[in-house]
């Protein structure tokens, strides 16, 4: 269901992308898996790539300019719009070498999107890990809102999840809805909260489907996010501060897997977005944004 498997590897490291969706199927190094992989169709969005925008939009609609648009509510159960338009779509190959692979697709039209544009995305291994990296270019004739995000389920090693503790670089979490998912509040600070990841906390028993916000960067100005186990070693997920959002995603079980995973997924902008404004990303016809981030072993 996801086409051509796309193989890149660079020394002891290797990874898959997918062509349908260009999504990242497989990562590892020498041997050991640094994301969770999967059979047959990605399942709970693994490895999605997020465009025009990542997570919800709330009952499928959304206003620009005092004009309503309706998007395909591809979240049935909850009538939103989730994760964008090119998950499932065909991709082109650009270019494709050893270490780094280069995916395209164009989207002219689509029900609630009057904006034609070309997304593009680079898978590259190099000695630290994996870089991806996003262009989004405006083809039409108007200012175009987006925002962009991606699915990873970072797995630390052969480790189990459930024995690591997860770091996050936010500050602050958003309260949403359960029932809809859709943000109902403004964002709170986390510090002091049971929401607080600044300094890691056991993962254990730990149940997330949550955006935070306010994602810092270091001195090096990278965002960074890890999963550890208690000697260090895990997985690192690191983004440039256009990603100032990151949803995490804890399922019981990661199909396929037999026991728990968990998504760390950078985003642009939070949830709804597109109807909130927060965040959104704009680009003026003809122009093209670029952001990266990536996926980084961690040694003991």
């Not at 719009?81 to 050893?98: E, F, K, N, P, Y």
């Not at 029932?179 to 300094?199: A, L």
């Amino acid at each position: 269901m996801t086409g051509e498997q796309l193989e890149i590897s660079h020394g002891p490291a290797s990874a898959v992308v997918t062509i349908v969706g260009a999504g990242l199927r497989a990562f590892e190094v020498g041997g050991v898996p640094y994301v969770e992989t999967y059979d047959d169709e990605p399942p709970m969005g693994a490895g999605g790539v997020l465009v025009p925008w990542p997570n919800r939009v709330a009952g499928a609609t959304w206003s620009q300019n005092g004009e309503t648009h309706t998007l395909e509510a591809t979240e049935a159960v909850r009538g939103n719009a989730i994760h964008g338009l090119v998950r499932r779509a065909q991709w082109s190959v650009v270019s494709h070498v050893d270490s780094a692979v280069t995916l395209e697709v164009t989207v002219d039209e689509a029900p609630g999107w009057p904006f034609p544009f070309r997304t593009a995305i680079s898978y590259t291994l190099t000695d630290d890990g994996l870089t991806i990296e996003h262009t989004v270019a405006n083809r039409g004739e108007r200012p175009m809102p987006f925002g962009v995000g991606t699915h990873p389920y970072p797995r630390p090693g052969n480790v189990d999840v459930d024995d690591c503790s997860l770091t996050l670089a936010a500050r602050t979490v958003l309260p949403v809805d359960l029932d809809t998912m859709i943000p109902n509040g403004s964002p709170i600070e986390v510090t002091g909260t049971d929401y607080d990841f600044g300094d890691g906390r056991p993962l254990r028993d730990v149940e997330l489907d949550t955006a935070f916000g306010g994602c810092a960067p270091g001195q090096d100005g990278y965002v960074r996010h890890s999963v550890r186990s208690g000697d260090g070693s895990g997985v690192e997920v690191w983004a440039e501060p256009a990603f100032g959002w990151v949803q995490v995603f804890t399922p019981g079980e990661f199909p396929g897997k037999g026991a728990r995973a968990v998504a760390i997924e950078p985003m642009t902008c939070p949830p709804d977005a597109l109807n909130s404004g927060v965040d959104l990303l704009w680009l003026a016809p003809g122009e093209t944004w670029t952001g990266r981030w990536g996926i980084s072993p961690l040694g003991a």
